[in-house]
């Protein structure tokens, strides 16, 4: 299966980060994107509980509207939706090869398989029908940035630009080195490396706040928080 090599890095100051990638020449390539995902799992959690990920995403191109409030801005979903199956091995079953050096495991490595659904709501009923449930559903507005030309050892990499209901991350995706010089570029540390996923980072934000965790959502669906 194509491994996914990635980390996080969480945004403290996000008008000032994107000054920086404009600095270093990033360029959006994809719209930014309003992205819904629901994981499914057994009643047990028993992918959970080995590591694993199955995912339906409903990706749409999302649009910023007119200034609503104070300081408030809608976000119209617009164009067509792309919809996602996603399959993520537990990061632990990896074998880390010989070749790499021991500071690169501070990476998120894992088998990941992806593929584009006609008509997400029937493998729905399938995955239901299995005695699979959609239990935990999380939203965010992604755009996706590359590095210019320049950066030769960029060339494999993708900076992911996530806005969430619990604060703003980007994922570097791409080469062990390039994500390290990426993060070196962009002003960050090895120290800084964050491999939790968002249901983690979730669950960690509610056990700061002392709130039951339900759902990682925007205070309302589909708006920007």
Sequence with gaps: M???IEIKLRIQNPKSFLRMLAKVGAKPV???THERNLLF??????LAKHGQLLRIRTATPAKDGKAKGKGK???ERVGVSQYLLTFKSPPEQMAIGPGVALAERRHKVR???ETVLPDPSTLQKIFEGLGLRGWFRYEKFRTAYKLPARYKWAK?????YDETP???FIELEGPHAAIDQAAALLGFHAREFITKNYLVLYLDDCKRQNVQPT???FPESGKEK
Aim: glycine share 10%; proline share 10%; net charge negative.
């Design 2 to 4: 194509p491994t996914e």
């Design 30 to 32: 994809s719209p930014r």
């Design 41 to 46: 799992d057994t009643p047990e959690g028993g």
């Design 73 to 75: 801005k809608t976000t």
């Design 111 to 113: 088998e990941e398989l």
């Design 156 to 160: 494999e990499l993708v900076i992911d």
């Design 166 to 168: 619990i604060g703003t």
């Design 215 to 217: 759902h990682m959502l």
